[in-house]
């Protein structure tokens, strides 16, 4: 099995940003495996995709649900990239399909008419 094997079999990953400083930040996300990619979807909004913007160059590590890494953990770099509307639908559909709670998520926002953060599709290539 392949280190890039290992990270995506594993449920979570902490993906690592880089601010302009230099100083990383990690921060846990579901993902899914797609096409020898990682699809990654986040608020448009937040700070990895603004910091994405500055600097493509990420790091992909298994983690926990609430992101502690072990200290074993393989990581692995690679090129993040953001996705257009089409891109970000595909990388939604693909991560209901993996996780049910992603499912229920958007189930509930309908059934209470929620107002959703804007979303965008991240793509790691190593």
């Given at each position: 099995?392949?280190?890039?094997?290992?990270?995506?079999?594993?449920?979570?990953?902490?993906?690592?940003?880089?601010?302009?400083?230099?100083?990383?930040?990690?921060?846990?996300?579901?993902?899914?495996?797609?096409?020898?990619?990682?699809?990654?979807?986040?608020?448009?909004?937040?700070?990895?995709?603004?910091?994405?913007?500055?600097?493509?160059?990420?790091?992909?590590?298994?983690?926990?649900?609430?992101?502690?890494?072990?200290?074993?953990?393989?990581?692995?770099?690679?090129?993040?990239?953001?996705?257009?509307?089409?891109?970000?639908?595909?990388?939604?559909?693909?991560?209901?399909?993996?996780?049910?709670?992603?499912?229920?998520?958007?189930?509930?926002?309908?059934l209470l008419r929620l107002r959703r953060p804007p979303m965008i599709g991240v793509v790691v290539s190593f």
């Open positions: 099995m392949t280190l890039a094997d290992e990270i995506v079999q594993s449920r979570h990953v902490s993906l690592t940003t880089y601010r302009k400083t230099g100083a990383p930040v990690r921060t846990p996300v579901w993902h899914v495996p797609h096409e020898g990619e990682l699809w990654i979807v986040t608020e448009a909004g937040s700070g990895k995709v603004k910091r994405i913007r500055n600097n493509p160059q990420v790091s992909v590590t298994p983690c926990s649900v609430r992101g502690t890494v072990a200290p074993d953990a393989p990581s692995v770099t690679g090129t993040a990239r953001l996705l257009d509307d089409d891109g970000t639908a595909t990388a939604r559909e693909l991560l209901a399909r993996r996780y049910v709670m992603s499912r229920v998520g958007n189930w509930f926002a309908r």
